[in-house]
């Protein structure tokens, strides 16, 4: 070889990897290329016109770019942006820096999907709050996260600043998050100590600049683990005073602190409740705490007694009397379902029945009930659903449940890193769409061959509805095994275990029929809808058949639409949902030769698993039901392949805070 080549080959095949290591993932949709020098003016000397001009310097391919803070009537949002392209010259303008950025951002995303930059466009945000809460324990694990452990390394702040944290800013403002929750609703009262503020402060210095504002999740007895005090009751002055004293004390450390997001008297965390005190008289202290500073109360309606009532009516029974006594600083966080992130769920009757106080919806991006990081289900079809089922609903925000850790590809697999995306984006506007935002993460993140790209948006838009299917369809629900919620355990008896715990208790299964009646012969939750809505789900016959199960007790041989009857259509569900899974495989097939290697394997490896246990989830929950309606599998389904016997010894063993490989998988099966 010449020698010139010899000495050069080292350097050739360190690029080579180099390429291939650049596709693990790890720049999410931030793909543009870094070696433009385009003309860019920032006139605004702010924090985020400096960062957007950076970064449109650096990728932005077209004409010279200004950027100036203006007064306009159509910027009606701290956030929005304007953007004039006279062709020679672009202007973006906007109330503030942050809008700036985001106006940045927006260039840079049209740019990266291959899209014009229109002469004109207006742009504000729906919703003011567009936050991530993160179930972060301050030990570095993640309640329900299946993507490592916690990007914050607790005990090297505030000294070390890990550069993910600044990959993490960038990442959420690209599409339009400003704010973040970064610690556990089953919050630890040491995240209030002096030692950790001065940690989540030296976080807030990272974020600010790119827009995003720390919030903490609080402990209510933080009084007492805390500061010694006898009792954590929000009427007592030594209690009011602790949390007035600790407002002061994270405001001087952190000016422009979010406020906090809490978890009260819910699964056995402490609250006003101990001291036979409401939600609102405990919320409202804490607002007042904290209303000098600006901040904000974020009180979740999450709460279910060890009560008899239906648990899908409790959140309603306990906020809905307390409308209209909060604080105006204070903002009832509401998850998008009465019972628990289902793969589907009619929408919380609290969004329609609360109109005295401010609410934000809660949604999960981090899969527990979907299959964690192993499962593909794009949801920004499941969230899209839902803004249509609250179409008119005033909210004030939007949380999503972060599905982020360390891990290399920040969610534990490619495509979750779509739901981060959707979540951001449907936050700044529902009305953009699921498939517009599926396709322009596609184009961003693995491609832009156009067969290739329908074959990837047509495997995700159909992804969710498939969960459903092959998991709980026609209105099922809380099927899951107990504690891990990743596999099916329909059958899962637990002696001593609160019965809204178990499946049995929202199956219902007898050798009539299936489902939970919560029609007015029933638990009557339907009542809790407006009465135009609660006589349709009342109704067996008028009752969308996706909702059957969740509102009727239907008998096996209750005719459905198609013909068939319950029994049947439930068999074919289970089945079109395991069809579904090889549709997606095959898509991706033919997608895959676009894609590079490492990303192309690492997904096809997820849909095996997600292809075994779609089959496992209907075998499972087929068999079972099966015993109770007595009936035969239809013979134009594909044929159950395990026993049930088999099945029920089946546990696999793993925690809240993992996701379950593929190999641990194929040896319990
Ligand atoms: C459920 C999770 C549990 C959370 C709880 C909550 O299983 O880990 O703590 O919700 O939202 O979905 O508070």
Redesign the pocket.
Known sequence: MNKKLIFLFPLFLSLFTLSIQAEDGSKLWLRNDQQQEAQVKDKSKTAGGAIGAEELMKSWKGSAVTLTIAKDKELTTDDGFKIENKGDKITLKARTGNGLLYGCYHMLRLQACGYPLPPLTIDNPVYSLRLLNH?DNLDGTI??GYAGHSLWQWNELPATLSPRYTDYARANASIGINGTVIN???ASPQILSSEYIEKVKALADVFRPYGIKVYLSVNFASPMALGGLPTADPLDEAVVKWWKDKCDEIYKAIPDFGGFLV?AN??GQPGPGDYGRSHSQGANMLADAIAPHGGIVMW?S?VYSASDADRAKQAYEEFKPLDGQFRENIILQV?NGPI??QPREPYSPLFTAIDSTQLMAEL?VTQ?YLGHSNHIAYLGTMWQEFFDEIKGVKLKGLAG?ANIGDAVNWCGSDFAQANWYAFGRLAWNPATGATKIAKEWVLQTFTHDAAAVNNIVDLMLESREAVVNYMMPLGLHHQFAWGH?YGPQPWCEIRGARPDWLPSYYHKADSQGLGFDRTSRGSNAVAQYPKTLASQLDDINTCPEKYLLWFHHAAWTHPMRSGRTLWNELCHKYDDGVNAVRDMRDRWAKAMPTVDDQRADAVSRKLNIQLKDAIWWKDACLLYFQTFSKLPLPNDIAPTTHQLDQMKRVELGIS?YECPSAELLDKMR
Do not use: I, L, T, Y
């Open positions: 179930w309640e329900r556990n609703v089953n978890k819910s699964e979740r999450f998850k628990d992130f999960q527990e449940v919620h809240n």
